[in-house]
């Protein structure tokens, strides 16, 4: 059809032109509209992507007419940049409100009767992790539809949503314990539930690491980096928050028994110790369902704390020994009970590889002191304990004095006097236990007469 349509006429060029403008007009049209978000990607989707691509422009069919590279964009970079605003916009919106409702869903689960779900290995978790990055990862796949760069911007638009929401979160655990201590008989499966608020941070934290893992390129690392120490330190908080809150259960449990040790009715036969170590090991079949890094530090707090309860019994001066055998009665049971203890914590820190046994020495040293039958040697004896244990106040020498009931004013004052000369330099692995320890209404003058 030559004579009708002579080359330099370049119809089809012409043709293709107008195909072009008109689409580019219906196009303008509407991206003027007042778009929701996924409609806005799918226009940018198919503006920016599908109409350049082999489906369309690009189809091998075409060629070589048809040179993509000679078009006008469809949207002007003006238009294609505010309809990215505006997504970006109302996405932010939705994800804030998305965050709100998936948080006050997992707060009803955790008044519930029934236990909350495990895990494959047996953890107690709730479904808030797989909901929150499920969100996520749906609107990512969405914007890498459109852009590399858009993906990137909500990759962080997340992680900064995500440290608003852990701050929420963190509020909202506190709040729930608080609740609970007011009436310990409720929520029936507080304990259950807060094992599972603090599993939910590991897998927040193994969560953040394969999003961030998975939709970022090395290059833009850096600039979405600071977000994850604070979102870490968050999550850490939270659960540190709830190993003491689960602790606190513990201890509330154990106060009548931790009270009865060193005194009258303890010399005489009390079993404190054999309950106090069966309600541990009992709160600590529920807590196996917490997973091994904060149970592993949840496991020595316990003891650690333990022990300092201990040593605060010895401290308050319950019992002041009368003669020679009480003293060596009552450091012996003293001396049995750190044994019945140190089983106890090895037991439960079996598989962490940790050294457990230095908490319980400390009841040892203690007993020592108590159990020492030359007064010469006293000071000897007081000096040993406080290289070893620099924390050791003269109040808490002080005290134990009192409990021996036998030291002589002098002794106590050549004791005294000595210990004042500096403290020993403790080292570095050295986990202080007296410093928490205050001595009843004691002053060292009073302690002399």
């Not at 897998?203 to 998975?214: C, D, Y």
Request: hydrophobic residues 40%; glycine residues 4%.
């Amino acid at each position: 059809m030559v004579q009708c349509f002579p080359p330099h006429y370049e119809i089809f060029k012409n043709l293709l032109n107008m195909y072009h403008q008109a689409l580019s007009t219906r196009m303008q049209d509407l991206a003027s509209e007042d778009l929701e978000a996924n409609e806005i990607v799918s226009l940018l989707t198919w503006v920016l992507n599908t109409y350049t691509s082999t489906e369309m422009m690009r189809n091998v069919e075409l060629a070589p007419e048809v040179d993509v590279g000679t078009l006008e964009p469809l949207l002007s970079p003006h238009v294609v940049s505010e309809l990215l605003d505006t997504y970006m916009s109302t996405l932010t919106s939705n994800i804030i409100a998305w965050l709100r409702k998936a948080l006050e869903t997992d707060k009803k689960d955790w008044v519930k009767e029934t236990e909350p779900e495990a895990d494959q290995d047996g953890y107690y978790q709730t479904t808030l992790p797989a909901i929150v990055f499920q969100m996520f990862e749906q609107n990512l796949q969405v914007a890498a539809q459109i852009s590399e760069d858009l993906k990137t911007k909500v990759l962080v638009l997340c992680l900064q949503q995500m440290n608003s929401f852990l701050s929420r979160y963190k509020d909202e655990a506190q709040l729930y314990k608080e609740e609970h201590l007011r009436n310990r008989q409720h929520p029936h499966c507080y304990v259950q539930y807060m094992i599972a608020i603090i599993n939910n941070c590991q897998t927040f934290k193994e969560s953040i690491v394969s999003l961030k893992r998975k939709y970022l390129k090395n290059e833009v690392e850096e600039g979405v980096s600071p977000s994850q120490p604070s979102m870490d330190g968050i999550l850490d908080a939270i659960a540190k928050e709830g190993c003491s809150g689960l602790l606190e259960e513990v201890f509330l449990d154990l106060e009548q028994h931790l009270n009865e040790l060193m005194t009258k009715k303890w010399l005489l036969g009390s079993n404190a110790v054999d309950i106090i170590c069966v309600t541990v090991e009992d709160y600590f079949n529920d807590f196996a369902k917490i997973k091994k890094p904060y149970k592993k530090r949840m496991t020595a707090e316990a003891h650690r704390r333990v022990v300092v309860e201990y040593l605060r019994a010895v401290m308050q001066k319950r019992i002041s020994f009368r003669s020679p055998e009480e003293r060596k009665e009552g450091a012996e049971k003293m001396v049995r009970e750190a044994e019945q203890l140190r089983f106890l914590f090895r037991k439960l820190a079996s598989g962490f590889g940790e050294d457990v046994d230095g908490y319980c020495d400390t009841i040892v040293a203690v007993a020592e002191v108590i159990k020492l039958t030359d007064p010469s040697l006293l000071y000897l004896e007081v000096s040993t304990l406080v290289s070893k244990y620099p924390d050791i106040r003269d109040d808490h020498i002080g005290a134990l004095l009192a409990v021996r009931g036998d030291a002589s004013r002098d002794m106590k004052q050549t004791i005294m006097e000595t210990l004042e000369q500096g403290p020993a330099q403790a080292s570095p692995s050295y986990v202080p236990l007296f410093k928490d320890i205050v001595v009843p209404s004691l002053n060292v003058a009073k302690l002399l007469k």
